[in-house]
């Protein structure tokens, strides 16, 4: 949707780039914090808080980032509206390489992108009142806004759900969920062409939660913004998203559609952060819960594992897990993924079937039922891409990978399990 421009020309900026065009690409971007030790403070390491990650954001759409705490999501969130430096890699908004903009070239950009900080209590500043902080984007960007500064800030105050009347209050009378809404008027001032959200509900209460998501939707429907969501809740970034990235380790293993994603997820971690998701079915009250509990802590990223990064805690790593690394590929249409052994597809490893000694450990936290549906259902589609090709299936290879690990049972018991099942299970698109 377009903004019309104010008289002055300078108020508001006009959505240029039209609904599917890439609006945002990245490409390679990695940001490592040294570490410094000594009197002469030399550098003896590196946190490698963002590794080398590729994705696109198209022109009005919300790109949902999640996963578990220190993999890199807000550090990847600061980098895209370039409040930290890369390291290396590149970021091109609307086709203009902004990764190594000074200050002042960055300055026009900002009205463009634009964030909400995660935490609404030390995000607006104590001293200023809340017109001083909403209207703070005008005078640093030098806009005037048609009507005055006031009346726009009145105005941004109404569309947030705030009352107006509010100008001259000061953030401690606020709640948490009021100063979160003043945080995003503040992010509205200039009509941004992309958003970048930092966990924008993970400090709120559950009851205001959805009240900052739903103004969230609909200031997107209105203003035709471009969401970045990153967040550890599952269940708000499905609300939400059109396209959902799952990140680990600073690496995004996952990157798909919202439907395809929570349908049929194929990286063993998405599978391992789905479970986790509670279903409020009272009817379940009873039933055997299928979460899989993953093996140990995340790995330091100071010096992550070889390899697949997932592979200390994953429960169907293999030797060429610990030595190769996955790339990211679309193996699904709108379906990328980085793993060797993927769920509900084809094994793309299927000769490496030893398990590791990690692989057996993490197989122990993880339910029977969860593991027989894993190797059935990869067989079962592994026997229908065979069958499309008219190529033969070595039923034994994908099959002893997955199931191998459930009991530490003899071959030819695992392999006869497999192939009972991989005949009745059916696949799961």
């Known amino acids: 949707m377009a903004i019309p421009a104010q008289s002055d020309g300078t108020a508001t900026l006009t ?40 994705f696109e954001v198209r022109s009005g759409e919300t790109l949902g980032v999640v996963g578990e705490s220190g993999c890199g999501k807000s550090t990847m969130g600061r980098l895209i509206t ?41 995000s607006l500043n104590p001293r200023h009142t809340i017109g001083t902080i909403i209207s703070a984007p005008f005078k640093l960007q030098g806009v005037s806004p048609e009507g005055g500064v006031k009346k726009e800030v009145q105005r941004l105050l109404s569309v947030v759900g705030l009352n107006p009347e509010h100008y001259n209050r000061y953030p401690h009378e606020f709640s948490g969920g009021q100063r979160q809404r003043i945080g995003i008027a503040r992010a509205l001032a200039l009509n941004p062409k992309m958003v970048v959200a930092d966990e924008p509900v993970s400090a709120l209460d559950v009851s ?23 967040a550890h809740d599952l269940s708000v970034v499905r609300h939400v998203s059109d396209r959902i990235a799952v990140m680990y380790l600073g690496k995004i293993v996952e990157l798909a559609d919202r439907e395809s994603l929570y349908k049929a997820p194929m990286h063993p971690y998405t599978k391992a952060l789905m479970s ?18 993953l093996k140990g802590d995340v790995p330091s990223p100071i010096s992550p594992p070889s390899g697949c990064r997932f592979h200390t805690r994953c429960w169907k790593a293999t030797q060429i897990c610990t030595t190769t690394e996955p790339p990211l590929l679309e193996l699904k249409p709108g379906q990328q993924v980085a793993c060797h052994h993927p769920e509900n597809f084809e094994d793309q490893a299927p000769q490496d079937t030893v398990l590791l000694t990690a692989a057996k450990e ?22 229908e891409v065979a069958a499309a090709t008219e190529t033969p299936v070595a039923k034994e290879s994908p099959a002893v990978s997955k199931e191998a690990p459930a009991k530490d049972a003899a071959p030819e018991a695992a392999s006869e399990a497999d192939e009972a099942s991989e005949g009745d299970a059916p696949v799961k698109e």
């Open 15 to 54: 959505k240029d780039a039209a609904p599917g065009e890439t609006l945002l690409k990245v490409t390679g971007l990695q940001k490592h914090f040294p570490i410094r030790k000594g009197l002469l403070q030399r550098q003896v390491g590196a946190v490698r808080a963002v590794d080398g990650i590729d």
């Open 82 to 122: 370039r409040l930290l430096e890369p390291t290396a890699g590149k970021v091109e908004f609307e086709g203009k390489d902004i990764t190594h903009l000074s200050v002042a070239g960055m300055r026009p950009m900002r009205r463009d992108v634009q964030m909400i900080f995660q935490d609404p209590y030390s």
């Open 208 to 230: 205001i939660q959805a009240q900052v998501v739903n103004l969230l939707d609909d200031l997107q429907q209105e203003l035709g913004l471009t969401y970045v969501i990153i």
């Open 276 to 293: 986790a998701v509670p279903i409020p079915d009272p009817r379940r009250k009873s039933a055997k819960s299928e979460r899989i509990l």
């Open 362 to 383: 993490a197989a122990e936290l993880v339910a029977d039922e969860v593991l027989a549906e894993s190797a059935a259902t990869s067989a079962a589609v592994a026997a």
